[in-house]
Nanobody
Framework: QVQLVESGGGSIQAGGSLRLSCVRS????????MGWFRQAPGKEREFVAA????????NLADSVKGRFTISRSNAKNAVYLQMNSLEPEDTAVYYC?????????????????WGQGTQVTVSS
């Protein structure tokens, strides 16, 4: 069984920064590609960022480019999302996801495992 556990969410004022973490456990390779998605109230879940198994390739949604960074530590079985210059529009539940393969993907359907999510609330 594979588990993904997110942490680091919270409430913050616009312009601030948060760092989300996701730790994985269970029968899954340490170098599996990982992604972050988010779902705002009343909206569909959307892609935020993804990273390849080695960390050499990343993919970011246009809405977060220049503000968010995705990184990973395979030694710690963790993936991170550094979020800077946060805006009220970034308010959402953020989900960590893992997929088989080697390359990052922005497609939700390509991810096999999901965490429970962590809430991020940005006030103006």
């Amino acid at each position: 069984q594979v588990q993904l556990v997110e942490s680091g969410g919270g409430s913050i004022q616009a312009g601030g920064s948060l760092r989300l973490s996701c730790v994985r456990s269970g029968r899954i390779a340490s170098n599996t590609p990982m992604g972050w998605f988010r779902q705002a109230p009343g909206k569909e879940r959307e892609f935020v960022a993804a990273i390849s198994g080695t960390g050499g390739h990343t993919n970011l949604a246009d809405s977060v480019k220049g503000r968010f960074t995705i990184s990973r530590s395979n030694a710690k079985n963790a993936v991170y999302l550094q979020m800077n210059s946060l805006e009220p529009e970034d308010t959402a539940v953020y989900y960590c996801a893992a997929r088989y393969g080697s390359e990052p993907s922005s497609q939700e359907g390509r991810y096999a495992y999901w965490g429970q999510g962590t809430q991020v609330t940005v006030s103006s």
